[in-house]
């Protein structure tokens, strides 16, 4: 395959969750937006029409947060790996501020209004509120009064550089006040609810009307008008609602609140409410500073609203944000994308255009665990926290079959399909605490299989293309090591799960790993990535003793899966695909070639090589589809 190919994005599939927006200072002359996602940060200089991934100095994708400072340009993210970054460009390029590494996960960033000045950040983590007073140079604990330390989120007063005053939401249901810039916190939630506190804001006029709001996690929406000393819930219209957003406009005179039941607005400081139209699911909201409004969404990416307008309009064709998208490829052209919230997608026209597929009986969001196909793509099996479901065909009006999970089983963390030389109709099913379960009979029946490992996490299992009787699989386990990170082991079964053997065991600093088994019936091998690291299992010609290799890519790279073409005994061509582009090989890994031009800054988390029928394809981290010009 030629590396000098041009990949080409030929669609796309738009939208995702999106867990915070940050709307620079000057906003009103740059139009410049982030947008935090599990599938990386994106950035909007158009006011949000129009996005781009920013990752330039950020290795983890999920970004938890994010937030601008008052400064022009500065602006700070943290991630799900408990990592914290700063950017002094509006975000195009980041640097970490290693002063935080182990601390914790931080679920709010709040930063003083006179941050130019006095240089104050704070932190919401489940340890309680950080404080730095030199920019993120020096952090301190900040926790004496805290009677709940896992704070959801934090505010401070506009006229924080006089008054020293900021409040903190718990997840216990405690609502926290200090007076003296965290050095103590004493609670002021006298007449909240006794549940989660999951947003707040405070009024722009606060020195004048002490008037601050909160959102609690089932319960509507509550307003105090004495500085968070007392409370009372805003109005009927929301009781029994769990707010996700809160946000108010600049003059104070429009609160806006993101439900599970749509977006409500007041413009009577929280009296009565009336939902705008649609049924968003925000769980960020920001004023920009003509009135409108822009909403980060649970699954549909991000929207706004015109000023005095009830109608939200979609602002997020380029933002791709599906974790991490589960990609599968079966049949002629037929692309099946799925995210672990649940929702899942499919494509005749290699990603051109795309056809919502919603098996899903339950009301509340699924965790969708993974998915499998037969060789011609016409028989879909998906499993979730809930169910397991199985269709025939193509399309949205497809008849799902719902089947019961395993007796005993936990969620479902991975869906095995047979390849193309073994009995489609056998799945292999494993949970979250390691037990792995067989079916016949596409899922309608299940059977426990004894394995060796107890309460290890399963990586992966998989299931030999070289056994057309399907009684051969492996699985590869991590466990804990406080010496040497994880214990990873390699394990086989001849028999259908009877019985199991070790074949090999090493050490790993991530429980985390790809694993492909190439259609070798000689070497056999298993090709298991972790990190940068390309390991290969193998049974020796001269005495059938099985022995391991390994090679090495740039330190930088993480391998995200394995791929073979469909001619691996001839041209021994495999290619790795990592968060920089796709990488191949033909010499067993002694010499790397990226493969096709355009990808080498992008997480690519699928890929099936050419044909002679199709070009090759790729998906990147969130749902966008590449293919390489032929």
Not at 403 to 424: I, R
Not at 549 to 574: C, G, K, M, P
Request: a negative charge.
């Amino acid at each position: 395959m030629s590396s000098s190919k041009i990949w080409q994005r030929v669609g796309a599939w738009s939208g995702g969750t999106v867990a915070a927006l940050a709307l620079s200072p000057t906003f009103a002359q740059d139009g410049l937006i982030l947008a935090a996602t599990a599938a990386g940060l994106y950035r909007a200089t158009d006011g949000g029409r129009h996005w781009q991934r920013c990752q330039n100095g950020l290795p983890d994708p999920r970004i938890t947060t994010v937030v601008f400072a008052p400064i022009q340009s500065i602006a700070f993210a943290a991630t799900a790996d408990g990592r914290l970054f700063q950017a002094q460009d509006g975000g195009v390029t980041w640097q970490e501020i290693t002063t935080w590494a182990g601390l914790g996960v931080i679920s709010a960033i709040t930063l003083s209004p006179n941050f130019a000045q006095d240089q104050t950040i704070f932190l919401a983590t489940s340890e309680g509120v950080f404080r730095s007073q030199d920019g993120g140079r020096t952090w301190e604990s900040s926790t004496f009064g805290l009677l709940d330390l896992e704070i959801l989120c934090l505010v401070c007063a506009p006229n924080f550089a006089e008054s020293e005053l900021l409040w903190a939401g718990s997840a216990l249901g405690g609502l926290y006040r200090s007076r003296n810039r965290a050095h103590s916190w004493r609670d002021a939630g006298q007449g909240l609810p006794d549940m989660a506190i999951q947003c707040m804001v405070v009024s722009p006029q606060f020195a004048q009307d002490q008037t601050l709001y909160v959102g609690s996690e089932s319960d509507g929406v509550y307003r105090s008008t004495d500085g968070g000393a007392t409370w009372q819930a805003c109005s009927a219209e929301l009781a029994g609602q769990s707010i996700h957003a809160l946000a108010i406009s600049a003059d104070g005179k429009h609160l806006l609140a993101g439900t599970g039941a749509g977006v409500y607005c007041s413009v009577d400081g929280g009296h009565t409410w009336r939902v705008t139209s649609g049924s968003l699911l925000a769980l960020a909201l920001a004023f920009a500073p003509d009135g409108s409004v822009l909403a980060g969404t649970y699954q549909e990416g991000i929207f706004r609203l015109p000023v005095d307008g009830d109608q939200w309009v979609a602002a997020s064709a380029d933002l791709t944000a599906h974790v991490p998208p589960l990609a599968l490829r079966a049949g002629a052209n037929r692309l099946y994308l799925l995210d672990v919230e649940g929702a899942l997608v499919a494509s005749t026209d290699d990603g051109r255009t795309w056809q919502s597929l919603n098996p899903f009986v339950a009301q509340e969001p699924v965790f969708a665990a993974t998915l499998a196909a037969d060789t011609a793509g016409t028989r879909l099996c998906v499993a979730t926290a809930q169910a397991f479901y199985v269709a025939p065909g193509l399309g949205a009006d497809a008849i799902w079959q719902q089947y019961a999970l395993p007796d005993g089983a936990t969620t479902p963390v991975l869906l095995v399909g047979s390849p193309g030389t073994v009995p489609e109709s056998l799945l292999l099913l494993a949970d979250e605490t390691g037990n792995v379960y067989h079916s016949a009979d596409q899922g309608a029946h299940w059977q426990a299989l004894a394995v060796p490992w107890s309460q290890h996490q399963l990586l992966s299992l998989l299931i030999s293309p070289l056994d057309r009787t399907g009684q051969t699989f492996y699985g590869l386990t991590a466990q804990p090591d406080t010496a040497q990170g994880y214990l990873m082991q390699l394990w086989q079964t001849l028999n259908h799960g009877h019985d199991w053997q070790l074949l090999v065991d090493f050490y790993a600093d991530t429980p985390a790993a790809a694993m492909l088994l190439p259609p070798d019936p000689v070497e056999q091998p298993i090709l298991v990535g972790v990190r940068n690291r390309l390991i290969k299992i193998y049974q020796q010609a001269t005495d059938g003793a099985w022995a391991a290799e390994q090679q090495f890519l740039d330190d930088a790279l993480r391998i995200t899966s394995i791929v073979t073409t469909d001619h691996y005994i001839e041209d021994r061509t495999l290619s790795v695909t990592t968060n920089g582009g796709i990488l191949q090989t033909t010499d067993a890994g002694a010499t790397w070639t990226p493969v096709g031009v355009g990808l080498d800054n992008r997480t690519i988390v699928a890929f099936w090589p050419g044909t002679a029928e199709q070009a090759a394809c790729a998906v990147e981290l969130g749902g966008a589809l590449w293919q390489l010009a032929t």
